[in-house]
């Protein structure tokens, strides 16, 4: 076995089902054995290696306790990667996220913590680990662009703003959630009528923090950050709904912005299935 400083070393957050279970799946069969490190990232150190036995025990995946939306957690698979992989990562998946229904400040909060503040706080820890020509890839959703399509003109300028930087995003996030306490977010320009509204906020935060941490972080390492969109697939995250196309199918999404080369994906930018996406997606824009 190749030592870390040889191998490419990949993580994914939330891997030990669905999506992020397919990707490094598909990682672990497509990938030469021995060139090819993964960190199999999950919150239950239990359901990771359960995830792991059904993979058949790979020597090349090794699992990573972490939970993205506890920071002492981030700190925690920080330190190991730093201590245990020699401080090198190529390639962050960012995939762990949950979804909720209810409209509630609590659930708001909940949600956020894990599927905007997780990737971001995780992203600021591991960067500095990202070796040169690596990729951070933020899994969203077209429903984060749907939901801007749907939003006010005025809101959707602050979305795509060429310099929004964490600091308003973060408080364009906060007062979203200060809105459901209040009824309030139609003031803000939100569309009440947005499907799954929370979630749909989180991936709308989560496309626009891949555009700033590209802008941050562009020219460092000829790095590429990328955000990504797996499709509608049947996975507990939607009870497996009817009609949705098999995880596998989002996991090539998701790998085809780990794997196209370099000159064909534009840095910042949000890609579903190959195809970039527009930040606000017109329903019309559906083919
Ligand atoms: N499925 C779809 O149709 C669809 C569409 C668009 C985008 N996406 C996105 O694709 C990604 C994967 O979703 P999925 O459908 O595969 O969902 P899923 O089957 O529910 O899997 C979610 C994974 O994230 C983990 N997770 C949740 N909270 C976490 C936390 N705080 N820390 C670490 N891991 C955590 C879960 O771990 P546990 O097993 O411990 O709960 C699980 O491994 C998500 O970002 C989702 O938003 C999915």
Redesign the pocket.
């Known amino acids: 076995m190749l030592s870390t400083s040889q191998q490419r070393v990949i993580l994914v957050?939330?891997?030990?089902?669905?999506?992020?279970?397919?990707v490094v799946k598909k990682l672990v069969n497509e990938l030469p054995l021995n060139n090819n490190l993964i960190l199999l990232?999950?919150?239950?150190l239990k359901?990771g290696e359960d995830a792991l036995i059904r993979l058949g025990s790979p020597p090349n995946v090794h699992l990573l306790h972490?939970?993205?939306?506890?920071r002492e957690?981030i700190t925690h698979a920080t330190n190991k990667i730093k201590c245990k992989y020699g401080g090198q990562l190529d390639i962050i998946i960012?995939?762990?996220?949950?979804?909720e229904l209810e409209l509630t400040v609590d659930i708001a909060r909940t949600m956020f913590?894990?599927?905007y503040y997780?990737i971001k706080t995780l992203n600021e820890h591991l960067f500095p680990f990202i070796r040169e020509n690596g990729r951070v890839i933020n899994?969203?959703?077209?429903?984060g662009s749907i939901l801007l399509s749907e939003a006010s003109k005025d809101l959707q300028e602050k979305y795509l703003s060429s310099t929004l930087t964490t600091e308003q995003l973060d408080c364009l996030v906060e007062d979203f959630i200060s809105a459901i306490e209040t009824n309030t977010f139609e003031a803000l320009g939100y569309n009440p009528k947005s499907s799954y509204l929370i979630?749909s906020v989180t991936?709308a935060a989560v496309i626009a923090l891949t555009q700033i941490e590209a802008r941050q972080w562009s020219g460092s390492k000829n790095v590429l950050v990328l955000s990504v969109?797996?499709?509608?697939?049947?996975?507990?995250?939607?009870r497996n709904?009817p009609g949705?196309r098999p995880?596998e199918l989002?996991a090539d999404s998701i790998l085809h912005v780990v794997n196209a080369p370099q000159n064909e994906l534009k840095n910042g930018c949000f890609y579903r299935d190959g195809q970039q996406l527009p930040q606000v997606y017109m329903i019309d824009d559906k083919n």
Do not use: H, M, Q
Request: charged share 15%; glycine share 16%.
């Open positions: 957050t939330g891997a030990n089902k669905g999506i992020g279970y397919e990232g999950c919150r239950d359901r972490l939970d993205v939306s506890l957690s960012n995939n762990a996220a949950i979804g913590t894990t599927n997780g899994v969203a959703s077209i429903s979630y991936k969109c797996p499709g509608f697939c049947a996975t507990d995250l939607n709904a949705a995880a989002g």
